[in-house]
């Protein structure tokens, strides 16, 4: 027997290993929120620069000697500029001192010069004849060594050779698919020539020529989406789109406005893709138009307005994205970018009449040629203009679409269209993913946790629960991949079937349980709390019974084919990899989680509660429900959220089990897109601090918010739910 000195050691070595385990625990839970925080703050630091606005800084300033500027372009790499003259002059020079690297004599002096739409380093140029011709710019890289050179040249595209289209106070040029055309417009005539088989190094072939009188002289002609469609401008704001089908026999398509007769217009140009024309007037704004096709036909609609300020005199279009800049009257520059609506920048330039400026195919220079001969050049800060709050979340209307709608699409097949990162349809199919699995699997869980816990016999209890958590071991791959390639098909080939389940299995069960009412209660006694595998038989024969009857039902009901009734009668169409089934395989995974926490909260009713319920008089189900149920709703309501979060981040059952569609449709027969499974498709193939890597990380934080924000709710529903019922 311990003296009184070995009691007081006993309890000091308590006492040290109650403050040590204290201090550990505490450590680890710190060790856990550091952890959290760090992941929160590193996904924010990923995510914050596309909401950094835009910034302009004046550059380098290169003297090129006295010239009239036509075009002034820089290369691919921003190393080497171009310097189109009036004089015939094609100068080449250093982006990085001003130095000159070569220069071309074109022959002969030219009126006019523009780069062509959707191409890099090929130019029309004009003589003041009338006649045209093309060029190519080419930058080749050398190395001498480890010296690297470029050494630039200038050539004709198809031989050296003018092409006459006569007089013409407006010309653009469309390049491609093998065609070059021509769409000149003199005085009321419009006349396009278009030749064939056009291949770069080898002369033009005998052109086709067509001619259209016009119902009115027009300022501006520029060609539509791939040579499709033909726009003319006039300066007073008139308006006609003509279809070049057989472009030799133009055909008007539509014929409007763009600005009042009494205010016209002061700049136009065409945005990249040319769907869309970008429409400066009187009032210091810039309004995109673009066509739309409604029932009556197609349609130029205006689409956003852009406030400038001051009446705008140049509209300079990006080269590779719907980006754009404004000079204005008052000489300051401006940068705008259409799908998000952004007004990002805005910058005096320097002084000095401006004849010419572009931007570079990075975005991120801005050169702007000046009376005097010199070229400013301009430093332009701006990564990610096509992100806002209404790009993010709400309807967009991008070229091309009838209407606004919530897309993601984060790649495109050509420069026409752009990326779209809705981040509405990942939403949106993140809960109704997690919705369906829920609706399957809280019923089954709970109702399953209250048998095993309050009536089901000990023995068979230290069977199933060891079981069913075994179960939340099983890789959701596993689950994923049985999901799509065994129980889509199945679904699809036994629909009316899988739906009849719903009223076989219960007016089966009911049958059976009446029948076993009926039956002595000598007979019955014997197998209490073994009811659960009793059933058993009773849910495999309701699900044949459903399957042998499924074929004559869908005869009878569905006219033969349940898919098409479904769709002709309710609007609902099936894909083969839905939210039904991404339901049942997600609720087959968050079954176990639910279940085991909400059977030990059951389990866990103190016995005095019951008995004392019990000994008052009180039925087992009474007791059930006012006492057990009530004091373990702490636990079941927390089972219900863990089992939540659960569902809204899984990834792999997801990805597997549909088919990745970003719809916003609450139908259970179609598929969805969650964040989760387009982080694990996506994130591997974006491209490092791109957009769409960085909005895939925001993808990701809006995930974690998403969870954060329904922990918080359940711990505090939780609370509340202890405090009620815990002096139970």
């Known amino acids: 027997m311990a003296g009184p000195s070995g009691r007081s050691q006993l309890a000091t070595s308590r006492r040290v290993i109650n403050v040590v385990t204290a201090r550990v625990v505490a450590l680890g839970g710190a060790a856990v929120i550091a952890a959290i925080a760090l992941i929160f703050f590193y996904l924010l630091w990923v995510v914050a620069p596309i909401f950094v606005g835009a910034d302009i800084e004046t550059g380098q300033r290169y003297d090129l000697g006295p010239a009239t500027t ?96 006569g007089a013409a106070e407006a010309v653009d040029v469309f390049y491609g698919n093998f065609r070059v055309m021509i769409a000149s417009i003199s005085g009321r ?8 088989d056009a291949e770069p190094g080898f002369a033009l072939e005998r052109p086709r020529r067509g001619t259209l009188e016009l119902r009115r002289q027009y300022d501006h002609v520029f060609f539509g989406p791939r040579g499709q469609w033909l ?175 919530y ?78 390639l065994w129980l889509a098909p199945l679904i699809e080939a036994n629909l009316t079937a899988v739906l009849s389940i719903l009223l076989v299995m219960p007016a089966g069960t009911l049958l059976a349980a009446w029948v076993w009412s009926r039956l002595p209660d000598r ?15 009773v849910i495999i024969g309701t699900v044949a019974v459903a399957f042998a009857i499924g074929p004559w039902l869908e005869m009878q009901l569905f006219g033969g084919n349940t898919r098409t009734w479904l769709l002709d009668n309710l609007g609902l169409d099936y894909d083969q990899r839905n939210a039904l089934v991404v339901g049942l395989a997600m609720g087959l995974a968050v079954i176990p989680t639910i279940f085991s926490i909400a059977e030990d909260a059951i389990y866990g009713v103190p016995t005095h509660l019951i008995s004392g319920s019990l000994a008052l008089g009180a039925t087992p189900w009474q007791t059930l429900v006012r006492v057990v149920i009530l004091t373990a709703s702490p636990g079941i309501f927390s089972a219900i959220m863990i089992g939540l979060g659960r569902a809204v981040g899984e990834t792999m059952i997801v990805l597997m089990a549909t088919g990745n569609t970003p719809v916003m449709d ?59 019922y815990g002096n139970l």
């Open 70 to 165: 036509l075009l002034v372009e820089a290369n691919e790499s921003e190393e080497v500029g171009l310097r189109i003259t009036a004089a015939g002059q094609a100068e080449f020079f250093d982006l990085a001192d001003g130095q000159p690297r070569g220069s071309t004599d074109l022959g002969r002096p030219l009126a006019t010069a523009q780069a062509l739409a959707d191409h890099t380093g090929l130019y029309m140029i004009q003589d003041e004849a009338g006649e045209i011709s093309l060029l190519q710019a080419s930058f080749p890289v050398s190395f001498d060594g480890d010296t690297r050179a470029i050494t630039p040249t200038l050539s004709f595209a198809f031989e050296e050779e003018w092409l006459d289209v």
């Open 189 to 196: 005539s419009l006349t396009i020539h278009e030749y064939r």
């Open 231 to 405: 726009y003319l401008v006039s300066d007073g704001g008139a308006v006609e789109v003509l279809e070049l089908t057989r472009p030799t026999a133009p055909t008007e398509l539509y014929l409007g406005r763009v600005a009042p007769p009494d205010q016209g217009i002061t700049a136009v140009a065409p945005l990249l893709g040319r769907y869309s024309l970008l429409v400066g007037d009187q009032r210091g704004g810039v309004r995109q138009w673009f066509m739309i096709r409604t029932d009556l036909g197609h349609r130029l609609e205006p689409i956003r307005n852009f406030d400038v300020g001051s009446p705008p005199k140049r509209i300079i279009p990006e080269p590779r994205r719907k980006g754009f800049a404004v000079v204005d009257r008052a000489d300051r520059v401006h940068l705008f970018y259409t799908t998000s609506q952004r007004h990002l920048a805005t910058h005096d330039l320097a002084e000095g009449e401006l004849l010419g400026a572009s931007i570079a195919p990075r975005s991120d220079m801005l050169l702007a040629a000046l009376a005097d001969g010199s070229v400013q050049s301009y430093k332009l800060e701006n990564e990610h203009p096509e992100i806002s709050w209404s790009t993010l979340w709400s309807k967009v209307w991008y070229e091309g679409y009838p209407e606004p709608v």
């Open 407 to 484: 897309s993601w699409q984060s790649s495109s097949a050509g420069n026409d269209f752009e990326p779209k990162f809705s981040l509405a349809p990942l939403m949106f199919g993140t809960l109704k993913g997690a919705f369906y699995a829920m609706l399957f699997a809280v019923p089954i869980a709970i109702m399953g946790a209250i048998y095993t816990a309050y009536f089901m016999a000990p023995a068979m209890r230290r069977i199933v629960k060891p079981g069913i958590e075994i179960m939340a071991a099983l890789p959701t791959v596993i689950l994923g991949f049985l999901a799509g």
């Open 523 to 537: 007979a019955t006694r014997r197998f209490q709390g073994w009811y659960g595998l009793l059933v058993l038989p």
């Open 666 to 724: 609450l139908n259970i027969f179609e598929g969805m897109r969650t964040f989760a499974a387009n982080i694990a498709v996506e994130l591997p193939e974006s491209e490092v601090n791109s957009t769409h890597y960085r909005i895939l990380f925001l993808a990701a934080l809006v995930l974690f918010m998403l969870t954060f924000v329904f922990n918080t709710a359940a711990e505090l529903v939780r609370q509340r739910l202890r405090t009620r």
